[in-house]
């Protein structure tokens, strides 16, 4: 078996994997490099924390350079563009998510409206959010037959592009001193929702967040600080924790690196970034340690904040170092 082949196998036994039992539990949650910038879409509760329209978009290639036979892509691949805002009339605010996660042959597209009542408590503000979205799931059988041992299984003859969409809730808790630190518990997919079919039954499984984050000032000299953070992720099968620390310099150009427990394969990634004015640009590189044939995993973000005047009663617990 070559290199190609190998590949595909790969991604066919994992696809195939998926239909192996009567329902189909979908893949864990996206998750990025990138986690404390990411805080809007697996905690509903966060929204309206910042001190204007915030607008975040990832995008991570992971594995680049793993194809099938024929050239296609099949390593997993993950987009994601969320935006929220602080709407004083609702006492809070509102945000959306849009995601795509896209693993061998198997494709999941999400959307999601947040809303968070947000109230001053002690040194800080707590936020309390809902969420409420879709999520659709798609698996390519064609794809499939192209790499199968045996292509007259039953389970893939005559099948082209199976398809389920399902409702997804969640809530969260989001409470932050500003310019010191941050901690937030969330649960997305709550209702678990499955929709069986005639071919695809599609279920989800769901998802328990707990994040933190502070900010060391350098008291001799504050134009530095390292910013640490952490993330775990549990759906009770499986628990990752992703711990990351940042170093930055005027809150303008940073460095660091983020490392994932559950991650065999490829567990430690490099950060940089920049701000320029209201914009932040990051870039994370996940080293490869696999023989796969990977060059390793890219990851872009891109954070644009449109500042708007708050009345003066809640403008001191804004903070825009968190995206």
């Not at 082949?5 to 949650?29: G, P, W």
């Not at 309206?48 to 290639?61: V, W």
């Not at 809730?169 to 678990?192: A, C, D, M, Q």
């Amino acid at each position: 078996m070559n290199l190609s082949q190998f590949k595909i196998y790969i991604a066919s036994v994992f696809t195939l994997s998926l239909l192996a039992s009567s329902a189909v539990i979908a893949q864990q949650e996206a998750q990025y490099a990138h986690n404390m910038f990411h805080n809007a879409a697996i905690n509903p509760a966060f929204v309206g924390s910042l001190n204007g329209i915030c607008a975040t978009g990832l995008a991570r290639q992971q594995w680049v350079g793993f194809k099938d036979q024929n050239g296609d892509k099949i390593a997993p691949e993950t987009y994601s563009i969320s935006i929220n805002s602080p709407i004083s009339v609702l006492h809070g605010g509102i945000g959306g998510t849009v995601y795509s996660d896209k693993l061998g042959f198997w494709n999941e597209i999400g959307v999601s409206l947040s809303y968070a009542y947000r109230v001053d408590v002690g040194m800080g503000n707590l936020g309390i959010g809902v969420q409420f979205g879709f999520i659709n799931g798609k698996i390519d059988f064609t794809k499939l037959i192209e790499g199968a041992l045996d292509k007259g299984d039953p389970l893939l003859d005559g099948k082209a592009q199976e398809s389920d969409m399902l409702l997804n809730f969640g809530f969260g808790l989001h409470y932050f001193i500003p310019n010191k630190f941050y901690v937030g518990l969330s649960s997305t997919r709550l209702s678990e929702s499955s929709s069986p079919g005639d071919i695809l039954a599609y279920k989800t499984k769901r998802h328990y967040y707990f994040s933190a984050g502070y900010i060391f000032t350098f008291q001799n000299n504050p134009s530095w600080e390292i910013d640490p953070s952490i993330l775990v992720k549990s759906d009770i099968t499986k628990t990752q924790i992703d711990i990351a620390a940042l170093v930055k310099y005027n809150n303008k150009v940073w460095a660091g690196v983020s490392y994932s427990t559950i991650r065999v394969v490829d567990p430690l990634s490099i950060l940089v970034g920049l701000s320029i004015k209201d914009i932040k640009i990051g870039y994370a590189y996940t080293i490869p340690s696999s023989n796969l044939g990977s060059s390793g995993s890219h990851e872009v973000m891109v954070g644009y904040c449109f500042k708007i005047d708050m009345d003066k009663g809640r403008r001191s617990y804004k903070n825009t170092r968190f995206l």
